[in-house]
């Protein structure tokens, strides 16, 4: 790597949700919470001025930076001149095709990134279409997301983005980043998760979109009992019968259910329709 630091003068640019991290320690925590090897392959999302991807070209295979911003990309071109521990793409990662990197990786890869906040959750609907590919996923996101990714029923925090989530992944909270650590500053407190594919779902469904449909539809009214709100919904509310009523408390609120009895209402009014 050429021993050029990326100009400070880059001016950060909002849309693309760039809050550049500045504290050694915490790309430090970062990337020793994926624990490379020097057989790993990682997939960096939004590489910015390059604080992880440097520290990860030391320790890995190979680093594909995905980066949207040009005038980056182009940064850390030079920066890392010809280097073949890096592949640098410069384009939107909800448009890029991930199947040269998943060929090259032969078994998987590894995701480490701290994440452009404003597109964190389509992000993470990408990462889990092709999450039999990913070994682990290190991620720093808004410590709001954070909860509301990892939250457990009954918590305000709980919602069918936990749920959809949990489904497919294991969700651990590893530790929160200040503002300080940042810049520009943002006004918000960050979190680093770690995010592992489960090799087997915990319920299977036939179905998974339209069950994650009911589960959003459950919480639309989060505050409602869930028969006004599936009352409202033909769909669903056609098959609120004596049975069902008899086997689940639809007095309960969405926020009350885990994923099982999520399931097991979402079969009952499917079976009585
Ligand atoms: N990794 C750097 C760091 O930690 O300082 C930058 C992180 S910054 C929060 C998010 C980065 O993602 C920026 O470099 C931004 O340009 C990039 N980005 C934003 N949207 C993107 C997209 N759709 N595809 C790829 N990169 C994107």
Redesign the pocket.
């Known amino acids: 790597m050429k021993s050029v630091t990326l100009k400070k003068s880059l001016a950060p ?1 909002k849309k ?7 504290s050694p320690a915490v ?1 430090e925590k970062i990337v020793n919470a994926a624990e490379l090897k020097a057989t790993d392959t990682v997939l ?10 440097s520290l990860m070209t030391d320790r890995c295979r190979k680093v594909w930076a ?4 040009a005038r ?1 990309a182009e940064a850390l071109s030079i920066m890392f001149g010809q280097s073949v521990k890096i592949k640098i793409v410069n ?6 095709a991930l199947d040269e990197i998943i060929e090259e990786s032969r078994s998987s890869f590894k995701v480490v ?7 964190t959750v389509p ?1 993470l609907g990408k990462l889990i279409g092709c999450r039999q590919h990913i070994a682990s996923i290190i991620v ?1 996101v808004q410590k709001e997301m954070a909860d509301r990714l990892s939250a457990k029923p009954g918590s305000k925090d709980y919602g069918s983005l936990s749920i959809y989530v949990q489904y497919y992944l294991n969700v651990e909270k590893l530790f929160n980043v200040s503002p300080g650590s ?1 810049f520009p500053k943002p006004k918000i407190t960050s979190s680093v998760i770690k995010l592992t594919p489960r090799e087997i779902p915990p319920v299977i469904l036939e179905d998974e979109s339209d069950f994650f449909d009911f589960v959003r539809l459950c919480f639309s009214q989060r505050r409602k009992m869930l028969r006004s709100v599936l009352k409202q919904h033909n769909e669903w509310g056609g098959g609120i019968s004596n049975r069902v009523s008899a086997e689940m408390d639809l007095t309960r609120r969405a926020e009350t259910l885990n994923l099982n009895e999520f399931v097991k209402l979402y079969n009952f009014l499917k079976a009585e329709k």
Do not use: S
């Not at 960096?44 to 991807?53: H, N, S």
């Not at 990134?113 to 597109?119: H, R």
């Open positions: 640019k693309f949700g760039q809050n550049f991290l500045t790309a960096e999302i939004g590489p910015g001025k390059g604080v992880l991807t995905v980066e949207i911003d980056l384009q939107d990662i909800l448009q890029y990134a701290n994440l452009p906040y404003n597109i992000i720093m940042f």
